[in-house]
């Protein structure tokens, strides 16, 4: 019975101590029908005991082996006991005298795929029974059919433990995967409950993931996952679980003694802190930025699934330059679900083509004519009121489709709004319209924008496409082909918002431009700070020297326009000269500047 080449063939299969399986407790369901008896099971013997693969009609998954009839029956074909009461083997067996009052017995060996004796299909019945030939004929061939199952699962256990490997571990990091780590979650929670402590679950969000892929590719973000992974690990406890949550985001679970104080969410400040250091890669410094999203169990959720969705959610609600851990709360719940329901309404809006635009002059500073407009848009909910473009375009900027939509809306009425001037007068003005930086990445941005033009007939040389410095430095390589497929078909482009960002000469040489935009964080300083003044004066240079007309944009007061016109900036734009209108407003203006037909 303890024979060690027979062990070894029983623990080889991966039988024990698993699951029931239907392709199992078919046989056992069948058999047991057949026969017409109360319990049937597939029992594998093991060094101390008989364990139950499958059963019918049995409550106990594995019996001692000293109780065991399956054990006498090894060495044989089949055991057949008529009545264990009138046997010598079974008369004073524990399962004979008691609860289940065994009575009849008749197993069928089962072997290994090297012929080793693993254990039995048996039939039991409470009361004593005779077997004829034909059925124990027939209990033999069950059990076959029993064995080529088993064997078979051994060939398909052997195929898929490299298979299972890599479904359970990802494959980049080698952490265990989603659903792996959920496992280890609810087993630590388990842990966590019966010892009462508290669980402590962080979703690490890499935030920056599409930057990074636009800067270093596929390979690169690999390796940066890879080495924050890494990170995580080596600045964890041993009893703390961790894993992945998606291609850029990380689970932490860890658990603490509700005691003492909760230092669980300083811990995971720390740890964000390391996760979120640069990372070299092919010589360059990849920045990181990571988002934690705390919540704790039970507190903040009734079962596994809900506490990592509320982690989730507080990741989600990290807000950009704000602190970079957030903790799970209702507070986070409601502004969760609140912008949830605000890329809703503003979907919603954008579909139904309902988002307004008002136009903001751009004037000439030697003559105070007006030159051109900058498109802005207005979103006037029925409910909130009006949202302004800072709050609702990084809401559509953070997800691709909204933002492919608003880039449409925008360019559609800007594209309108000039056909309809353009009918009207003789002199209309530019149109300079907002381009969202991820659409300079999209194959398909170039020939959506000379569709529209298309589409409304109107030259593409009126229209100014604003981009921002943040978003052309993501892969200027990539920006500067969009940008040069549009340009020769006469589109031109302005840099806004220019010396916010990085202010970079380099890649400002190496882009197709027309306008630089000075941002008014400087013409609003330009009559009171000296250094506002310098940087002014600097960045007119740079536009003279790389040959690109300027905007100044933000002027409000008489001093600030008469300091730039002295400068020598060719534009500007600001209150002072025009607030942001409705087209009826500018088509007013337009009237009193042609000449008369
Ligand atoms: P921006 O491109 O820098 O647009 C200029 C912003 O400055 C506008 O704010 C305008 O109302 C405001 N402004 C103009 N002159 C003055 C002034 O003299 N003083 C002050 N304090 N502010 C002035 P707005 O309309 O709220 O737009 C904010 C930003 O939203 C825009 O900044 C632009 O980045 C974005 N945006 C607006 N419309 C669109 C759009 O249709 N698509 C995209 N992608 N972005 C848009
Ligand atoms: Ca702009
Ligand atoms: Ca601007």
Same mark, same amino acid.
């Given at each position: 019975m303890t024979d060690p080449e027979r062990l070894r063939e029983v623990r080889s299969l991966n039988l024990l101590d698993t699951p029931f399986e239907d392709r199992f407790d078919q046989y056992t369901r069948l058999v047991a029908s057949v026969f017409g008896v109360p319990t049937a099971l597939v029992t594998l013997v093991d060094a101390d005991r008989q364990w139950f693969k499958s059963m019918v009609?049995?409550? !106990?998954?594995e019996t001692p082996i000293e109780e065991s009839f399956c054990a006498h029956a090894l060495p044989l074909d089949l055991l057949y006991v008529p009545d264990a009461r009138k046997d010598r083997r079974f008369h004073d067996n524990a399962l004979v005298v008691g609860e289940?009052?065994?009575?009849f017995y008749a197993g069928a060996v089962l072997k290994g795929p090297s012929g080793e004796p693993l254990g039995t299909l048996c039939v039991i019945d409470q009361q004593p029974r005779e077997l004829s030939d034909v059925d124990k004929w027939r209990l033999l061939m069950f059990a076959r059919i029993v064995e080529s199952e088993i064997n078979l699962h051994k060939q398909f256990d052997h195929w898929s433990v490299g298979l299972q490997h890599s479904v359970m571990y990802d494959s980049i990091t080698a952490l265990p995967g989603r659903a792996l780590f959920e496992e280890l979650v609810s087993s630590t929670w388990e842990q966590a409950a019966g010892a009462a402590k508290t669980l402590t679950l962080v979703h690490f969000h890499l935030t920056n993931f599409e930057v990074l892929h636009s800067l270093a590719g596929q390979l690169g973000c690999d390796h940066v996952m890879a080495t924050i992974a890494r990170r995580l690990e080596q600045n964890v406890r041993g009893e703390d679980r961790i894993g992945m949550l998606g291609t850029d985001r990380l689970g932490l679970a860890i658990t603490w003694g509700a005691?003492?104080?909760?230092?669980s969410v300083e811990r995971v400040n720390v740890l964000t802190r390391t996760l979120a250091k640069p990372v070299d890669y092919n010589g360059t410094r990849l920045p990181i930025e990571i988002a934690a999203g705390v919540s704790r169990a039970p507190g903040d959720a009734p079962d596994v699934e809900t506490l990592l969705a509320h982690a989730r959610m507080a990741a989600a609600d990290v807000q950009q330059g704000g602190p970079r851990v957030r903790c799970y709360s209702s507070d986070v719940h409601r502004s969760v679900a609140h912008s949830h329901e605000r890329q809703y309404r503003l979907a919603e809006t954008l579909r139904s083509d309902a988002l307004d635009q008002v136009y903001q002059p751009i004037v000439?500073?030697?003559?105070?004519?007006?030159?051109g407009v900058e498109a802005l848009a207005r979103w006037t909910d029925a409910q909130w009121g009006a949202i302004s473009p800072a709050e609702f375009v990084p809401i559509a900027e953070a997800d691709a489709d909204l933002c492919r939509m608003l880039t449409r809306c925008t360019l559609n009425s800007a594209c309108k709004q000039l056909a309809q001037w353009r009918g009207e007068f003789d002199f209309f003005p530019y149109m300079a319209v907002n381009i969202a930086?991820?659409?300079?990445? !999209?194959?398909d941005f170039a020939d959506m924008v000379a569709g529209l033009v298309a589409e409304h007939q109107v030259p593409a040389t009126s229209l100014v496409l604003e981009i921002t410095e943040q978003s052309v430095i993501t892969d200027v390589e990539t920006a500067a082909k969009t940008m040069n497929a549009l340009r020769s078909q006469g589109f031109r482009f302005a840099i806004d918002d220019f010396g916010t960002g990085y202010s970079s000469l380099r890649y400002l040489q190496q882009l197709p431009l027309d306008i630089l935009k000075i941002d008014r964080s400087f013409t609003q300083l330009i009559t009171q700070d000296a250094t506002s003044h310098e940087l002014t004066v600097g960045i007119l240079q740079i536009a003279r020297t790389l040959n690109l007309a300027v905007v100044a944009e933000g002027v409000e007061t008489a001093e600030q326009y008469a300091v730039l016109q002295q400068l020598g900036a060719g534009h500007i734009q600001g209150f002072l000269l025009g607030?942001?209108?409705?087209a009826d407003a500018i088509s007013e203006q337009l009237k009193a500047l042609q000449p008369p037909r």
């Open positions: 009609g049995f409550d !106990r998954r289940p009052y065994i009575r005691a003492g104080p909760d230092e000439e500073c030697s003559t105070g004519r007006m030159i930086g991820a659409e300079l990445y !999209r194959d607030r942001p209108q409705p």
